[in-house]
């Protein structure tokens, strides 16, 4: 049996919403043994996210949230990998900006446990960015991706339509800093963290 690993890029695009647009840098992260993965996420790149895979059987590409950086390319990972996009379905309105004759696949929810090459990986609801943002907390690794939910330096952007510092922060305390503290936090753009290290800074 091969041991599950986590496999890391970066892919660079733009982000657009509510009239702006701004170039930023995605982490694409693939979770999975040498026979098969999830990817999470779909930024600005379908063949730097298969370079990742390699040949590797996508079973999902699980979106952490809607915003268009996110799930730009997840229509064209499906079609060129046979995967089903996983989405909450709060994040709806979001993901019909950007795919409004596509839908996703098949939903996400709170508490739900996808089943990983044999391993857990729980879904998060963590809405605050994005209606319908989650994160995916991974037990045996000590792992959490948390997309746009928390950062190095603190939580997500909460200045556009969709979202509210309020809520992000409510989600942020009660989900993700119940954790365990030395739990690993990867994160949508830019370095990881811990869940230590962003509880002290925010105050826990």
């Known amino acids: 049996m091969s041991t599950l690993r986590i496999d890391h890029a970066v892919v660079s695009g733009t982000f657009s919403l509510d009239g702006e647009t701004f170039d930023v840098d995605n982490n694409v992260w693939v979770l999975g043994d040498d026979a098969e993965c999830v990817v999470i996420d779909a930024p600005?790149?379908?063949?730097?996210?298969?370079?990742?895979?390699?040949?590797?059987t996508v079973r999902a590409i699980v979106c952490?949230?809607?915003?268009?950086?996110?799930?730009?390319?997840?229509?064209?990972?499906?079609?060129?990998?046979?995967?089903?996009i996983m989405l909450h379905p709060d994040d709806a309105d979001l993901w019909?900006?950007?795919?409004?004759?596509?839908d996703p696949d098949l939903p996400l929810a709170d508490g739900q446990v996808l089943d990983v090459?044999?391993?857990?990986?729980?879904?998060?609801h963590t809405p605050g960015h994005a209606p319908g943002g989650v994160c995916l907390y991974v037990p045996s690794l000590g792992v959490v991706f948390t997309g746009d939910t928390l950062f190095q330096g603190g939580p997500g952007a909460t200045g556009r339509s969709f979202s509210?510092?309020?809520?992000?922060?409510?989600?942020?305390?009660?989900?993700l800093f119940a954790?365990?503290?030395?739990?690993?936090v990867h994160t949508g753009h830019g370095d990881s963290t811990?869940?230590?290290a962003e509880a002290e800074a925010l105050g826990r």
């Open 44 to 56: 600005h790149d379908v063949d730097a996210i298969l370079d990742v895979v390699g040949e590797r």
């Open 64 to 84: 952490t949230h809607a915003h268009d950086d996110h799930v730009r390319f997840a229509p064209d990972l499906a079609a060129r990998t046979g995967a089903p």
């Open 96 to 102: 019909k900006l950007t795919h409004p004759d596509r």
């Open 117 to 124: 090459c044999g391993t857990d990986v729980r879904v998060l």
């Open 164 to 175: 509210s510092r309020e809520v992000l922060e409510h989600s942020i305390r009660e989900k």
């Open 179 to 184: 954790l365990p503290q030395e739990t690993v």
């Open 194 to 196: 811990t869940i230590s």
